[in-house]
């Protein structure tokens, strides 16, 4: 059998010593194209964009998260230095959850714009 690697080809043989035969290198060949082919349906189990499911919830998780820190930071930010402990605090962590389902809203928006899920079954009647 031949291996090419890194441009090198080297005559390989099974381990009793015979080389491979021709229809063997094909046969492997042809396995080899079968799988790249069912790897490649694989891939397309991706959503438009490209993304899991997984990934998609992550990035939704992610966005949530932030905004949620962020508020809460500036909350505390203002009770440092105000002295208004706890509400600034707690005003901060209520503006962050309300920007964090902002961003969650929006984004779904856009996954459904781009995906076109989101269309009015009346116009294509």
Known sequence: MRVVLEGKVDDMSVDNGKPLKDADVDALHALGETLNSKRGAQDQSHNIEGNTGMAVGLKYASEFTAAVL??????????HFVGTAPWGLLSGLLLGFCAGVRNIVGLAKQSLETEDLGQDLSKHE
Do not use: I, Q, T
């Not at 962020?70 to 009770?79: C, E, H, I, S």
């Open 70 to 79: 962020v508020g809460a930071f500036l909350g505390y930010g203002v009770d």
